[in-house]
Each structure stands twice: as C-alpha cells, then as structure tokens.
Nanobody
Framework: QVQLVESGGGLVQPGGSLRLSCAAS????????MGWYRQAPGKQRELVAT???????NYADFVKGRFTISRDNAKNTVYLQMNNLNPEDTAVYYC???????????????WGQGTQVTVSS
C-alpha cells in the first residue's frame, strides 16, 4: 500500500514564504511524475507544478517565478518552495504522484490528504 503524506502548510502574511513537503511511503518500486495541485474554496482543483523523475519541471503561469518544485528521489519526497505569497494563493494544497508499486507492472495515481495554506495579514 502506498501513502502520500504532506506537511508544511500554515498561515503566512502576504509576501511571506512556505515550504511544503510530501513523502511517499509503502511498497514503492518507482515513482514517475510528482506534483502539487491546489483547490481554493468554491473552485476546481488546479495544477500548480510537476516534476519528472529526470527533474523536468512544469509550472502554472500564476506561480512562475515565485514557486519552485524539487524532489529527493532517495527519500521519495517532493517539495514546493513558495515565495512572495499573496492572498490568492490561499487553498488546500495536494500532493500527487504516479507510482509503480512493488510487484505491479502498472503505474497508478496517488493523492495526499492535503495541507491548508492561508495567506492573510
């Protein structure tokens, strides 16, 4: 069984920074793409950033230049460094990973439970 556990959310003032972490655990054979999504109240979940196993990154336009995604393959962990946060970044942030479990030939998509990020003065 595979599990994704996020941490690092919280309350921050506009212009501040936060770093989110997401660790994958369980019977993991390999991890392909890892990413972060977010969902604000009353809105659909949207892509924030993704990173492949070869460290190729992709960002939503609204976070380019402010957020940085990275991963530590040895720790099965993905990070999201968020700088210059503004109130519009307030949302629940979800970790996502495409994982091949041990003993399986298929890749499946897994989600974390979400972590709240609130940007407010």
């Amino acid at each position: 069984q595979v599990q994704l556990v996020e941490s690092g959310g919280g309350l921050v003032q506009p212009g501040g920074s936060l770093r989110l972490s997401c660790a994958a655990s369980g019977s993991i054979f390999s991890i392909n793409v890892m990413g972060w999504y977010r969902q604000a109240p009353g809105k659909q979940r949207e892509l924030v950033a993704t990173i492949t196993s070869a460290d190729r990154t992709n960002y939503a336009d609204f976070v380019k230049g402010r957020f940085t995604i990275s991963r530590d393959n040895a720790k099965n962990t993905v990070y999201l460094q968020m700088n210059n946060l503004n109130p519009e970044d307030t949302a629940v942030y979800y970790c996502n990973a495409v994982i091949r479990s041990s003993g399986s030939i298929d890749f499946n998509v897994y989600w974390g439970q979400g972590t709240q990020v609130t940007v407010s003065s």
